[in-house]
T-cell receptor
Framework: NAGVTQTPKFQVLKTGQSMTLQCAQD?????MSWYRQDPGMGLRLIHY???????DQGEVPNGYNVSRSTTEDFPLRLLSAAPSQTSVYFC?????????????FGDGTRLSIL | AQSVTQLDSQVPVFEEAPVELRCNYS??????LFWYVQYPNQGLQLLLK??????LVESINGFEAEFNKSQTSFHLRKPSVHISDTAEYFC???????????FGAGTRLFVKA
């Protein structure tokens, strides 16, 4: 049971570099989402998707792009990394697009921007 | 828009003592409520959920939470904590018919021997 798999687990970038955080789930869930976790701020929603080809913005979308070409994969792209994007990033998925089901989380990607 | 407030950022407690972690939400429509637990260097795991029906919900490891619509609260309680309960706990809310789930800032529970 792989569940939600995130790669890489750790990454250090220089300001201005680009990077893609990978997320894959094997549960055939329609809904997938990306959060960032910062001390004292909990988890903040960056982007979410309700199915292949459909994405929308969350609370803090600036500086991030997403796409959903398949049900399984939901990558998060940083086009030009900034120190303010230093954070722990979590991908999650759930069964059903409406919010009445719990989410399944990956183990996170710890990203540092120098 | 919905929001979630966890009233305590840290809660220290001795082993075998009771604990309450507080959560208040704001929403003008019906909501679904969740508590998640996060152990160090791991992702979040579902602890319990309220969708409808009985306002008191329980987890398999002794936690319970009560949905109070009039006070817009969903506090988490355990009558006797263990060292292994040391973790960060997050309250989350989804609006009925909506797509987004919004999380609180988290409460760090420290259980001391």
């Amino acid at each position: 049971n792989a569940g939600v798999t995130q790669t890489p687990k750790f990454q250090v970038l220089k300001t201005g570099q680009s990077m893609t955080l990978q997320c894959a789930q094997d549960m055939n869930h329609e809904y997938m989402s990306w959060y960032r976790q910062d001390p004292g701020m909990g988890l903040r929603l960056i982007h979410y998707s309700v199915g292949a080809g459909i994405t929308d913005q969350g609370e803090v979308p600036n500086g991030y792009n997403v796409s959903r070409s398949t049900t399984e994969d939901f990558p998060l792209r940083l086009l030009s990394a900034a120190p303010s994007q230093t954070s722990v990033y979590f991908c999650a998925s759930r069964d059903g697009v409406r919010g009445n089901q719990p989410q399944h989380f990956g183990d996170g990607t710890r990203l540092s921007i120098l | 828009a919905q929001s979630v407030t966890q009233l305590d950022s840290q809660v220290p407690v001795f082993e075998e003592a009771p604990v309450e972690l507080r959560c208040n939400y704001s929403s003008s429509v019906s909501v679904y409520l969740f508590w998640y637990v996060q152990y160090p260097n791991q992702g979040l795991q579902l602890l319990l959920k309220y969708l409808s029906g009985s306002t008191l919900v329980e987890s398999i490891n002794g936690f319970e939470a009560e949905f109070n619509k009039s006070q817009t609260s969903f506090h988490l309680r355990k009558p006797s904590v263990h060292i292994s309960d040391t973790a960060e706990y997050f309250c989350a809310v989804s609006v009925s018919g909506g797509f987004k789930t919004i999380f609180g800032a988290g409460t760090r529970l420290f259980v001391k021997a």
